[in-house]
């Protein structure tokens, strides 16, 4: 699976937006972009995933450039409750499909 | 809620000891994934069971060993255990491949101290 760099990291105002980077500079055509939370020690909880098109559910926004080099998760109106490590992660999807964990992005997010 | 549930919570014991965590998958999900989260190592796969057959392994010391039950539930069997072993393990789940996307849904986790 492609190796993904994440600010170790970032702060953010009560809502406002947060916009978590994630560079993924050597993602295969047939690797998807996946991003997860982790809310203290509670068990990861999947956000949303997308391949090379923009995607939205109702909890977040994933925005990846044309080239699938870097994608952006935008949390719109970012709470105190989403407080958490923010994990970026690429995959082949197929047999042995797990996930491979990095360092991921703590978010903060401030009254 | 994930839909996956895991016991126990909390599991406390001695080194040297063998204890067994258990997991429910998410109806219909056919595969059971294992984790372990340490301090010093973040969140590592440990292996993958699909409908009761092993699919992949990852960092999974031979002290320890998994199995999928038919009614699809998992066991992770951990013995002679060592101080280093205390952490949270983390079981997912996720369903057949359809799309080509399969995404897994984590449980609350067991957390294991090894006194």
């Known amino acids: 699976d492609a190796k993904t760099t994440q600010p170790p990291s970032m702060d953010c105002a009560e809502g406002r937006a947060a916009n978590l980077p994630c560079n993924h500079s050597t993602i295969s055509g047939n690797e998807y972009v996946y991003w997860y939370r982790q809310i203290h020690s509670q068990g990861p909880q999947y956000i949303i995933h997308g391949l090379k098109n923009n995607e939205t559910n109702e909890m977040a926004s994933l925005i990846i450039t044309e080239d699938r080099k870097s994608s952006t998760l935008i949390l719109p109106h970012a709470t105190l409750r989403d407080t958490a490590v923010y994990y970026c992660i690429v995959r082949v999807v197929g047999a042995g499909n797990m996930l491979t964990f990095g360092g991921g992005t703590r978010l903060m997010v401030k009254p | 809620d994930s839909g996956v549930t895991q016991t126990p919570k909390h599991l406390i014991t001695a080194t040297g000891q063998r204890v067994t965590l258990r997991c429910s998958p998410r109806s219909g999900d056919l595969s059971v994934y294992w984790y372990q989260q340490s301090l010093d190592q973040g969140l590592q796969f440990l292996i993958q069971?699909?409908?009761?057959?092993?699919?992949a392994k990852g960092n999974i010391l031979e002290r320890f060993s998994a199995q999928q039950f038919p009614d699809l539930h998992s066991e992770l069997n951990l013995s002679s255990l060592e101080l280093g072993d205390s952490a949270l393990y983390f079981c997912?789940?996720?369903?057949?491949?359809?799309?080509?996307?399969?995404?897994?849904?984590f449980g609350p986790g067991t957390r294991l101290t090894v006194l």
């Open positions: 997912a789940s996720s369903a057949p491949g359809t799309s080509g996307a399969t995404t897994q849904y």
């Open positions: 069971y699909y409908n009761g057959e092993e699919r």
